[in-house]
């Protein structure tokens, strides 16, 4: 018999995880999400049970896939007290899909343990069609024997999986990845608005970056949209900014200068303080573009 998996977590990425599974016959128990109305759409939609109560969850679910916004609701749902995913969890096998720090994962991993349960993480690098393709690139951490026992539901949400260490190593990796993104979105937008404010075509200016060292993944994602000012979400400008803070927090413990980091934490503060968080990252050109928000 197939294990049971129950979601916590049923944002736009959580819901089409959810029915990735679903449609590769993994069998979805339980969903439960503070959003209650989405939530309860959503097992409606894929023949599980909408849950209030995390305990709930983890009383029907052999596999319990979280996937919350931050460090303070990764803690929430494994609470040492009050309703919490860690009730009468013993054998349970929690996987980890937030962007959180890597001593949040760490600090999970303790209290999972402490009630006989298991855990991973399961750091994404990729967005919403991927994850409804199953095609994530998944970075995973932890017990390497956890991994192995989930392997086969993994390798249905990734088309790249990766194992890389003890418990927080793949939230590090994650960091670096998003810092990285993050700064090439930065300097994007930059160079486009130098471009417009110059007065160049930058359909050609596009053009010209992806021919030269001035290309980049996020180029080819972020470009047109910056150009356009289509901030439709893919990944969030409060994510960014929430993800620019955890490098930066690491540099910091490690007594190291990264002024590019530095920056561009401030300027997706800066976006995420006018307003603008809940639209895509590509929105941080509102700042650099002139006539927009600067």
Same mark, same amino acid.
């Given at each position: ?8 977590? #049923? ?46 969850? *983890? !009383? *029907?679910?052999?596999?319990?896939? =979280? ?12 609470? =040492? ?8 969890? =013993? ?54 024997? #956890? ?22 190593? !793949?939230?590090? #990796? ?21 471009? &417009? ?19 980049? &993944? ?77």
């Amino acid at each position: 018999m197939s294990a049971k998996i129950g979601f916590v977590g #049923v944002g736009r990425m959580g819901a089409n995880m959810a029915r990735r599974l679903r449609d590769q016959g993994h069998t979805i128990s339980a969903v439960c999400d503070t959003a209650s109305g989405l939530a309860a759409e959503l097992s409606s939609e894929l023949g599980a049970t909408h849950f209030e109560r995390l305990e709930e969850v *983890t !009383a *029907t679910a052999d596999i319990v896939i =979280t996937v919350v916004t931050d460090d303070q609701a990764q803690l929430d749902v494994f609470s =040492t007290e009050g309703d919490s995913l860690l009730r009468e969890a =013993t054998d349970t096998i929690f996987i980890n899909c937030a962007t959180v720090s890597p001593a949040t994962h760490g600090e999970i991993e303790k209290r999972v343990h402490s009630v006989g349960a298991r855990s991973l993480e399961a750091c994404m690098a990729s967005s919403i069609p991927q994850a409804r393709q199953g095609s994530l690139y998944l970075m995973c951490a932890g017990a390497k024997d #956890v991994f192995d026992d989930v392997r086969s539901v993994l390798e249905d949400l990734s088309s790249d999986l990766r194992y890389i260490g003890p418990a927080g190593t !793949a939230a590090q #990796v994650k960091a670096l990845v998003n810092m990285v993104m993050n700064i090439n979105t930065v300097a994007l937008a930059e160079g486009l608005g130098l471009g &417009q404010a110059l007065g160049l075509d930058l359909d050609v200016l596009r053009e010209v970056f992806s021919q030269t060292g001035a290309n980049s &993944q996020v180029l080819k994602t972020d470009g047109e949209d910056m150009q356009n000012r289509d901030h439709e979400c893919y990944f969030s400008a409060a994510h960014a900014a929430k993800d620019s803070a955890i490098a930066w927090v690491l540099g910091c413990e490690q007594d190291l200068h990264l002024p590019l980091s530095s920056a561009t934490k401030l300027q997706f503060e800066r976006l995420c303080a006018l307003g603008l968080g809940n639209q895509d990252k590509s929105a941080v050109a509102e700042l650099t573009f002139r006539g927009r928000h600067a």
